[in-house]
C-alpha cells in the first residue's frame, strides 16, 4: 500500500530499535497471564478450571485486534490509530490493578490485549519509512523485538509477582505503555492511506485472501494448532512447578521460564534453510520437536523415582523443545506467507497471526480444563495430539 507519507518518510530511517522495544514491551501482555494464572484466581476465588480462561483471555484480545482494529490502518491516519490503541492498552492495565470481580478483570484484560496489537500497525509504518532494499531487514529486527518480548513475558511476569505481588505485573505494563506511547508520539510520522476503502469492504478482503490463499489458510493453521500446543504447556506447567517435588516460588518459576528462550536462537538457521528450499523439511522436523517435547515433558513431570533435580532438568529441556517447534513452524510460515500478494501483505500478515492467536487462546482455554480432568498426564498428552493435528493441517 502507498501512502501520502512514503515519498518524504524515506528521508529518516525508521526508529527500529524503538519499534523493536514497542513489538518486545506490548507482547508481554499476551504472554504473562501463564504464570499467573494461580495467583489471579486465588485472587477472584477462581476454580483451576478456569485457569485457562485467565490464559486466554488476552490472547482473544490481541487476536480481535489484529482482525478487526490493525485494518483500520488502511482506512486511517496510522500516527493517531497507534497511539490511540496505546492509550487504551496502558487505561485496561491500570483498570486490572484495580478490578473489583472476575467480569471486570476479564473485559479490561480482552481491551489491553486488543490494544497491544498496535504493533501490527508500527511494520508497515517502518516498512514506508524504510529504502526498499532495507525493508526486509528493518522488519526482521522488529519481529525479534517480538520474539523476544513472548520469551521473557513469563520471567518478567514471574518476578514481579514473586517480589510486588501479580498485580505489578500490571502497573508495569501501564507505565511501560505510556513511556512508549511518549516516545512515538515524538518520532512516529504521520501517515495516511493513499486510497481508502469501506471497513466493510476491507474486512471482507481478509476472508477471501483467507478462503482463496491454500498457503495463507494452511500456514495459519498449522500455526495455530502448534500454538496452541505451546499454550497447553506453558498455562499449566507453574501448577507443576508450585507442587511437590518442586515447590517453586513465582521467582523460581520465573527462572525456569528462561529455559525456554534458547529457543529463539534457531531462527536465523531457520529463516537460512527456507531461503534455500527447505520449509517443508523444517517444518517437519518443527512438528517432530513438538511432540518429543509433550513425551518428555509427561515423563518428567509425572515421574516420581527420580530426583527433583533431574526431573526438573526434563522439563526445561521439554520448554526449549517446545519453543523450538513453535517457533520453527512460525518463522517458515511467515517466510511463506511473505511470498504472497504484495499489495495485501499487511492484511495477509494480520489474518496469519490473528489466526495463530485464536490458536494460542484456544490452547489456554483448553489446557484449564484438560488439567481439571486428568492433570498433567492429559495436558501432555493433547499436546502430542495437537502435533500429529498440526502434521495433517500443513500441505
Not at 501520502?4 to 501482555?29: E, K, M
Not at 523476544?148 to 507505565?175: C, D, E, H, M, N
Not at 512515538?184 to 471497513?199: D, E, H, N, V
Not at 489446557?367 to 498426564?377: F, K, P, Y
Request: proline share 5%; aromatic share 8%; charged share 10%.
Amino acid at each position: 500500500m502507498q501512502t501520502t507519507q512514503d515519498s518524504t518518510s524515506l528521508q529518516t530511517r525508521a526508529p527500529v530499535a524503538l519499534f523493536a522495544l514497542a513489538a518486545g514491551v506490548l507482547i508481554t501482555n499476551q504472554f504473562a497471564p501463564q504464570t499467573l494464572v494461580g495467583l489471579i484466581g486465588e485472587t477472584y476465588n477462581l476454580p483451576s478450571s478456569y485457569g485457562g480462561l485467565v490464559a486466554m483471555i488476552t490472547l482473544l484480545g490481541y487476536a480481535a485486534g489484529l482482525l478487526f482494529l490493525v485494518p483500520l490502518a488502511d482506512l486511517v491516519e496510522n500516527r493517531r490509530l497507534v497511539l490511540q490503541m496505546l492509550v487504551a492498552a496502558a487505561l485496561s492495565a491500570v483498570g486490572v490493578v484495580f478490578a473489583p470481580n472476575a467480569p471486570a478483570l476479564f473485559f479490561l484484560m480482552f481491551v489491553l490485549g486488543a490494544g497491544s496489537s498496535a504493533i501490527q500497525v508500527l511494520v508497515p509504518t517502518a516498512a514506508a519509512m524504510t529504502e526498499p532494499a532495507h525493508r526486509g531487514r528493518v522488519i526482521g529486527d522488529i519481529m525479534s523485538g517480538l520474539l523476544v518480548g513472548i520469551l521473557l513475558s513469563r520471567p518478567i511476569a514471574s518476578f514481579l509477582a514473586g517480589t510486588w505481588g501479580w498485580k505489578s505485573f500490571y502497573v508495569f505494563s501501564a507505565v511501560s505503555t505510556t513511556l512508549l506511547g511518549l516516545l512515538l508520539a515524538l518520532k512516529l510520522p504521520k501517515r495516511l492511506p493513499a486510497a481508502p476503502i469501506a471497513y466493510p469492504a476491507l474486512i471482507a478482503s481478509m476472508w477471501h485472501l483467507f478462503t482463496r490463499q491454500p498457503v495463507l489458510r494452511d500456514r495459519a493453521i498449522s500455526a495455530a494448532i502448534v500454538m496452541a500446543g505451546f499454550n497447553f504447556f506453558w498455562t499449566t506447567i507453574a501448577y507443576v512447578l508450585q507442587a511437590e517435588p518442586f515447590s517453586l516460588s513465582q521467582k523460581g518459576i520465573a527462572l525456569f521460564a528462561l529455559f525456554g528462550a534458547g529457543g529463539a536462537l534457531i531462527t536465523p538457521l531457520v529463516g537460512r534453510l527456507a531461503d534455500k528450499g527447505h520449509g517443508l523439511r523444517v517444518t517437519h522436523i518443527a512438528h517432530a520437536t513438538l511432540i518429543v517435547g509433550f513425551v518428555v515433558a509427561a515423563i518428567s513431570g509425572l515421574s516420581t523415582s527420580l530426583p527433583a533435580s533431574l526431573l526438573i532438568v526434563g522439563l526445561g529441556i521439554s520448554a526449549l523443545l517446545l519453543d523450538m517447534g513453535v517457533l520453527g513452524n512460525h518463522t517458515v510460515g511467515r517466510y511463506m506467507i511473505n511470498l504472497l500478494n504484495p499489495e495485501a501483505r499487511g492484511r495477509i500478515n494480520g489474518i496469519f497471526v490473528g489466526v495463530f492467536f485464536i490458536g494460542g487462546a484456544i490452547g489456554s482455554a483448553l489446557s484449564g480444563v484438560l488439567w481439571s480432568l486428568g492433570g498433567w498426564g492429559a495436558v501432555c498428552a493433547g499436546g502430542v495430539v495437537l502435533g500429529l493435528l498440526a502434521c495433517v493441517a500443513r500441505k
